[in-house]
């Protein structure tokens, strides 16, 4: 049993923070027969007066003894006034976050076992700072190795269902939520219910078929396709995407900003400076290619189509693949392309999907 008198949880997905609670909840709760030993308070609060009701309730549910004597397991979820927002920052949520410390303080982990989960956490502010310190603490911070994180939720939902996916199927299945963790657990268990114990591996065909497309994801298909390089792939991408979509500016735009890391990958790549390996490129090549070329752009750290170095590792392995198999002679026209397609649909704005049709067909016959 932990010394600390509370356990605190945080991190970037709201997702991961509340499986993690979940699981410590679920064990600290094994054993305890009284449900009403086991309590659940809701810690979303919209302003300074809900703050208060929140944590109200949170510390009479602490101080309140069990009816039959055992150990209370009282779980404060989805905290979210610690965050950089008017209510985080409001005074009076500060003074009843620093009233709160005393009641935290002062538990007898043996009486009552404590969990707090939050998600977003402004980390300045002193009382995530005593968290720190005090509790037996975890921050969950996914952060350039979000892809890993998908990958393992996806191996791990496989798996509880006695099957496998392809790893093609599994980068689609992130492309298409848009690394959403929720959706990737969601979309998974679809995916195995649909295919069935003990039947084969799940393709890349059965994601295209029955994940949809969500937030930014929603031009990741046809850029796909395009840079698959197969024409027959791509313009029944672009069928799909205008069925349901009239405007193709934002897709032209999704594929030029691969088409700049591409050209910026076949650089580095033809000059040596990066290798593409089994296992796509290597953290420490592209960060050595950073120190030796990372002067010429701007922008500094922030996530930038016009700056390779501030990309994901594993997503230019993947993009490498692609630009170790065309030509920079033939991305540089690719660049031009779609600029004409730009002028094209100013010119013919009832025509757009024909415009971008006439460009793969351009760029892929």
């Known amino acids: 049993m932990a010394n600390e008198p509370f356990t605190f949880i945080c991190g970037d997905d709201d997702y991961l923070v509340t499986e993690k609670g979940r699981a410590w909840f679920r064990a600290q709760a094994e054993g305890v027969a009284d449900d009403l030993s086991k309590e659940v308070v809701d810690g979303r609060a919209a302003n300074v007066a809900e703050v208060a009701d929140a944590i109200q309730r949170f510390v009479s549910a602490v101080q309140t003894l069990s009816l039959f004597g055992e150990r209370k397991v009282v779980w404060l979820k989805d905290v979210n006034f610690m965050a950089d927002s008017p209510t985080g920052r409001a005074q009076g949520t500060l003074d009843l976050l620093d009233e709160m410390k005393a009641v935290l303080a002062g538990l007898d982990p043996a009486a009552v076992a404590v969990l707090i989960t939050a998600q977003p956490v402004d980390k300045r502010r002193s009382f995530y700072k005593w968290c720190q310190k005090t509790a037996d603490f975890t921050v969950l911070a996914a952060g350039k190795d979000s892809v890993q994180v998908c990958l393992g939720l996806i191996e791990q939902e496989c798996a509880a269902a006695g099957l496998r996916m392809t790893r093609g199927a599994m980068e689609l299945l992130i492309g298409k939520v848009n690394g959403h963790t929720r959706l990737i657990v969601e979309e998974t268990r679809k995916l195995v219910t649909f295919a069935g114990e003990g039947g084969e591996a799940i393709s ?44 193709s500016r934002p897709l032209l735009g999704s594929l030029q900003s691969r088409n700049r890391l591409l050209i910026q ?15 796509g490129i290597a953290k ?58 730009f002028e094209a649909i100013i010119q013919r704005p009832n025509e757009q999907e024909e415009v971008c049709r006439e460009l793969a067909i351009q760029c892929l016959s």
Do not use: C
């Not at 990958?265 to 296992?279: E, H, K, S, W």
């Open 204 to 247: 890349e065909r059965l994601v295209m078929e029955l994940v949809p497309n969500f937030g930014e994801a929603d031009f990741f298909e046809a850029a796909d396709a395009f840079y698959s390089l197969k024409l027959s792939a791509t313009l029944e991408a672009l069928r799909r995407h205008f069925f349901t979509n009239t405007e």
């Open 265 to 279: 990958l076949r650089v580095l790549l033809d000059a040596g400076a990066i290798r593409l390996g089994g296992r």
């Open 284 to 341: 420490s090549d592209l960060e050595a290619a950073a120190r030796s070329y990372g002067h010429h752009f701007s922008g500094g750290e922030a996530k930038s189509p016009l700056n390779v170095f501030t990309q994901n590792p594993w997503y230019l392995g993947r993009l490498a693949e692609t630009a170790s198999r065309v030509p920079l002679k033939k991305l540089i026209s690719f660049q031009v392309a779609f600029a004409e397609a």
